[in-house]
């Protein structure tokens, strides 16, 4: 029973360029969580989403960032025209239920903006 | 002023010993509270889950809330070099929103 699957682990982009990250949830769990983690900070929520709805996204930036989880495959967190402070680890989480003890995360994704 | 205060630490503890970690909190609307255990490059794993005040106890841990004061704190007995993690506590609110709100993370590192 493989957990959340967040790919890639380790993402390298140039200013301007975009990121795309993925997030598999863990089987049978149709509720997605991305949370941001700065260096010596806690995880600072996103967004949440349902199978093709954007539930809560109070916490994205109003521009450059999106999220979809489609019907089909995986979740996709976009940024658009990367800076230097989008750098940061980006986690994942998944839950079967709208329970906030419902929740694995992934080991996710660690962007670089160079 | 952050909704969640929590000590970065580094604690550093010999092996065996009782370590307390503690979050203070000045949001009323929570209600569901959290600690998280994060390995290095890891993703965070829940530890202990607690709804309201109270207490709740999971073998060599223990997780106390007090929302009068709002204050929680994660005791953690016999300490093993296993433990050397960052602890972040989590807390939700009772609202419909499903959110968490982390604190910064505690250090810490048991010595054998």
């Known amino acids: 029973n493989a957990g959340v699957m967040q790919n890639p682990r380790h993402l390298v982009r140039r200013r301007g360029q975009e990121a795309r990250l993925r997030c598999s949830p863990m089987k049978g769990h149709s509720h997605v969580y991305w949370y941001r983690q700065l260096p010596e900070e806690g995880l600072k929520f996103m967004v949440y989403?349902?199978?093709?709805?954007?539930?809560?996204e109070s916490g994205m930036p109003k521009e450059r960032f999106s999220a979809e989880f489609p019907k089909e495959g995986p979740s996709i967190l976009r940024i658009q025209q990367v800076v230097r402070g989008d750098s940061a680890a980006y986690f994942c989480a998944s839950s079967p239920d709208d329970r906030v003890d419902g929740y694995t995360f992934g080991s996710g994704t660690r962007l670089t903006v160079v | 002023q952050k909704e969640v205060e929590q000590d970065p630490g580094p604690l550093s503890v010999p092996e065996g010993a009782i370590v307390s970690l503690n979050c203070t909190y000045s949001n009323s609307a929570f209600q569901y509270f959290m600690w998280y255990r994060q390995y290095s490059r890891k993703g965070p794993e829940l530890l202990m889950y607690t709804y309201s005040s109270g207490n709740k106890e999971d073998g060599r841990f223990t997780a106390q809330v007090d929302k009068s004061s709002k204050y929680i704190s994660l005791f953690i007995r016999d300490s093993q070099p296993s433990d050397s993690a960052t602890y972040l506590c989590a807390m939700g609110e009772d609202t419909g929103r499903r959110a968490l709100t982390f604190g910064s993370g505690t250090r810490l590192q048991v010595q054998p």
């Open positions: 989403l349902q199978k093709e709805n954007i539930i809560d």
